[in-house]
C-alpha cells in the first residue's frame, strides 16, 4: 500500500506540474492550494474545494494505482477542483461551473501534447 500511496503522490504532483505550465499564471498559482489527502472514510469524494485549499483524496484513486489511466483521472479531479475554486463554490455544478470547468481543461489539452510517463 505505501508503494501505491507515493505512486499516486507523484502522479498528482506530475498532474498539477503539467496543469500549471499550460495555465496562465495567475491561475497556476493557485495550484499551490492543491494538497494530498486521504481519507478511507469518505471513498465517494474524490476531491475537494474549500475557502483556501483543494484537498485531493487519494484514497478514490488506490485501484487505479498501476492503470495508464490513473494521470488523466488525476488531472480531470485538480481541473474539476480548481473549476469551483474559480467559482468561488458558487454554482455547485451549474452551467457557470460548467463553463469554467471546460475552458480549463480545454486549456490545459490544447497546451499538453505528451503526458509524464
Known sequence: MRQNLRTLRKKLDDAISVI??????????????????????????????????????????????????????LAKTVLHELAHFVDNNQSGHGPRWRHIYDGLTLLVWKATSAVPS
Do not use: K, W
Open 20 to 73: 500549471g505550465s499550460a495555465l496562465p499564471s495567475d491561475l497556476s498559482r493557485q495550484l499551490s492550494r492543491v494538497h494530498h489527502g486521504y481519507d478511507s472514510a469518505n471513498t465517494e469524494c474524490s476531491g475537494f474545494c474549500g475557502t483556501a485549499h483543494i484537498v485531493i483524496n487519494l484514497c478514490t484513486f488506490m485501484h487505479l494505482s498501476s492503470s495508464p489511466d490513473l494521470f488523466f483521472e
